[in-house]
Each structure stands twice: as structure tokens, then as C-alpha cells.
């Protein structure tokens, strides 16, 4: 088993920035990879960025490409979303995930809610 804390969610004014961390704790040692998704109310949940846990390359949507920067701390089994920028159409409940070999997300945290105001 894997637990996953979010936090650092909160509510900022659009083109201001939010620091997300993911605390990971338990059997962590398989970790593969590290998601980001996000949902919006009356939308389907999205995804927004990921990290190989080993070597460190990134991937984002298009949509938050340029603007959010995805990071971890492997000392502390922590994964960040820095989001810059924010705009309007970034409020959501951000949650993030351990990923599998495949593309599967396995764990899953409780989400931080993230609202800009225009």
C-alpha cells in the first residue's frame, strides 16, 4: 500500500503561482511514476504532468505546457507542481498519483483544491 498527502492548495488571483507537494509514505519503492491530474467541477478528470520517479524526465498536456513545472525529492518521497501563471481555467481539484509500467495509476491522494479568481 501507498498513501498519498496533497497540499499547498489554495485560492490565488489569476497569474499568480501555487506550489503543490504529494507526500508519499509506505511501500514507495516500486514507484514507477509520479502523476498529476486534475478535475474540475462537471468535467472529467484530466491529466496534467508526469515524472519518472528514477530519472526524472517530464511530460505535461498542452495546456499547462510552458507554465507548470513537475519536480521530486526522492530524499523525502515528495513530488511537487509548481503552477505559475494560473489562469481561470486552472481551478480544480488536483490530485496526484503513483503510476505503473503501462501508463496505469494505481494510488491515488485525497486532492487539494486550487481556485483563481479572475
Known amino acids: 500500500q501507498v498513501q498519498l498527502v496533497e497540499s499547498g492548495g489554495g485560492l490565488v488571483q489569476a497569474g499568480g503561482s501555487l506550489r503543490l507537494s504529494c507526500a508519499a509514505s509506505g511501500r514507495t519503492l516500486t514507484t514507477y511514476t509520479m502523476g498529476w491530474f486534475r478535475q474540475a467541477p462537471g468535467k472529467e478528470r484530466e491529466f496534467v504532468a508526469r515524472i519518472n520517479w528514477s530519472v526524472g524526465t517530464t511530460y505535461y498536456s498542452d495546456s499547462v505546457k510552458g507554465r507548470f513545472t513537475i519536480s521530486r525529492d526522492k530524499t523525502k518521497n515528495t513530488t511537487f507542481l509548481q503552477m505559475n501563471s494560473l489562469k481561470a481555467e486552472d481551478t480544480a481539484v488536483y490530485y496526484c498519483?503513483?503510476?505503473?509500467?503501462?501508463?496505469?495509476?494505481?494510488?491515488w491522494g485525497q486532492g487539494t483544491q486550487v481556485t483563481v479568481s479572475s
Open positions: 498519483a503513483t503510476g505503473r509500467p503501462g501508463g496505469t495509476y494505481d494510488y
